[in-house]
């Protein structure tokens, strides 16, 4: 390796390290979508995908309408269901976004559908999977990436892996919330039917665990998201019921 530019590696590792966060700009958005691109065709591998078009078209249609008015309206922006029964959603860098067949039986409406998807992309919006790369993959795809290099196919698995399994921060996953009410009611869903969504997935998270699957359960508590959309919805106009009693 050229010493002058591992030098200037060693000084990003130093400087700017796993900590960098996404405004850094170490990755341009087309580097951006082609590890989307990419970490989509690995998720579609492990799950599949359901052979039902209208449920793909569903999808399609309610994501593209939220990422219109979104902030990044250029990407390829794309909207599938993965074939599992889990409850679950989950989006990659770069607009590639997916519902599960459990995710699209579980939601009651349009709106409900609408919110999971808003917040999705409010992820892609924020530069989280971004930010997730630069701090947990920095010495692996990042990189790779200033080296001039595309990440290999295992450094790909293993973010699809940690998306999967960990997801992001609290202050992320809180941040996509407040994304997703937002955008959904700009984009003139009942952005309300989110809060009755989560309210009825942390009844269902408390009866049978399982299948709430990864995106919830590596989530901040469902209760604490609920209060503060609650107050969003307020903020917004919204009618809302009060807050049942706990104990």
């Not at 990422?67 to 770069?94: D, E, H």
């Not at 892996?161 to 009942?190: K, M, P, T, W, Y």
């Not at 107050?231 to 917004?236: A, G, H, I, Q, R």
């Amino acid at each position: 390796m050229n010493v002058r530019i591992l030098s200037v590696i060693l000084l990003l590792a130093l400087t700017l390290g796993p900590a960098t966060p996404a405004h850094a700009q170490l990755i341009s958005e087309a580097q951006e979508v082609s590890i989307g691109r990419r970490a989509a065709a690995e998720l579609e591998a492990e799950f599949g995908l359901v052979g039902d078009p209208a449920q793909h078209e569903r999808a399609e249609r309610i994501g593209r309408r939220l990422a219109a008015i979104s902030g990044r309206p250029g990407l390829p922006w794309r909207f599938r269901v993965l074939n599992t029964s889990q409850v679950n959603a989950i989006s990659l860098p770069g607009g590639f976004i997916y519902v599960t067949r459990g995710m699209m039986s579980f939601v009651q409406s349009t709106d409900e559908l609408a919110f999971v998807l808003a917040h999705e992309v409010g992820h892609v919006h924020e530069r989280h999977h971004v930010a997730l790369i630069q701090r947990d993959f920095f010495f692996t795809i990042v990189i790779a990436l200033l080296l001039g290099r595309d990440p290999n196919t295992a450094q790909i698995g293993n973010l699809v892996g940690a998306l999967l399994n960990r997801g992001f921060s609290r202050e992320a996953e809180f941040a996509a919330d407040v994304a997703g009410v937002r955008l959904a009611h700009r984009a003139g869903f009942n952005a309300g039917a989110g809060l009755a969504f989560m309210e009825r997935l942390r009844v269902t998270e408390g009866r049978d665990p399982s299948k709430v699957e990864v995106l919830f359960r590596t989530h901040p508590a469902l209760a604490d998201r609920i209060v503060r959309v609650r107050s969003l919805l307020k903020e917004l106009g919204y009618r809302v019921a009060l807050a049942p009693a706990r104990g």
